[in-house]
């Protein structure tokens, strides 16, 4: 009887520290778990922005920290400038990029995308009182302020409109427009409508008078660099939010139709 003991004992012993030592690398696992950086240049409503509380928000952001809660992953968003946002990207700087990105077949070289979640054109935006320029054609001499890098600025310079004027966000070629300082403003399709129907300080101030028609419709997702396993978590959790329901409250939430 005492050796039963004895035997269970030691048995007892030598399981005690197996049991705390796989506690003690669960609760590093958990807490050391990989922050992954999405980073936004938030200045596009109603994809991204800043509210009046200083909080990074927009249907891509909110879209952003759906996936992470649904897919138990931790995530930062990071706001930067457009201009260096895919460098930091190359760079590992951030994992992803969710910021009102037009899927190319340029950018599908280097860059892995999720599936769009929403199409887009490129909107000619101008002051409700002025004239009313319908396409690229008519823009051709006239003075049009686009966000460097964009879309939009390769579609004015395909269409060979000689005044370009560029800046650094859109919220700045809009503020100019209503100072009269520029003939029209070239951006996202869904950028121009907030402006028009959802933004009180523009409010009767801004309409869409036409389209770009020398470019396609523009479909817009998320994008990693090419082997990022990232991506396979942003595609997961969007297909699971796209399934419950979820991204369609998001897009009603931000007025995307």
């Known amino acids: 009887m005492k050796k039963l003991i004895a035997l269970f004992i030691i048995a007892a012993l030598i399981a005690i520290p197996v049991f705390a030592n796989g506690s003690k690398e669960s609760t590093q696992s958990a807490s050391e778990k990989k922050t992954y950086v999405v980073a936004a240049n938030a200045e596009w409503p109603p994809f991204e922005y800043v509210d009046e509380n200083g909080n990074i928000v927009g249907f891509e952001m909110d879209l952003v920290r ?26 590992g700087m951030y994992d992803a990029v969710a910021s009102g990105v037009t899927v190319t077949d340029e950018r599908k070289e280097t860059m892995d995308f999720t599936t769009p979640f929403v199409t887009l054109q490129q909107a000619i935006l101008v002051r409700a009182d002025g004239p009313q320029y319908k396409n690229e054609s008519e823009l051709v001499d006239k003075t049009v302020g686009v966000q460097n890098g964009t879309t939009g600025h390769f579609a004015c310079q395909d269409a060979g409109i000689k005044n370009i ?15 009269g300082n520029i003939d029209a403003v070239v951006c996202d399709s869904l950028v121009a409508n907030d402006y ?13 008078s036409g389209y770009m028609t020398n470019t396609d419709i523009e479909p817009i997702a998320m994008c990693t660099m090419k082997g990022n396993p990232f991506l396979n978590i942003l595609e997961d959790g969007y297909q699971k939010l796209l399934a419950n329901g979820t991204v369609d409250e998001l897009k009603a939430k931000y007025n995307i139709l």
């Open 66 to 91: 759906e996936i992470g809660k649904i897919e138990g992953v931790n995530i930062e968003i990071k706001n930067v400038a457009w201009d260096g946002i895919f460098a930091g990207l190359q760079t």
């Open 165 to 179: 004027k560029n800046f650094d966000a859109v919220p700045e070629a809009v503020l100019d427009l209503v100072n």
């Open 196 to 208: 028009v129907l959802t933004n009180d300080n523009f409010k009767g101030k801004l309409t869409v």
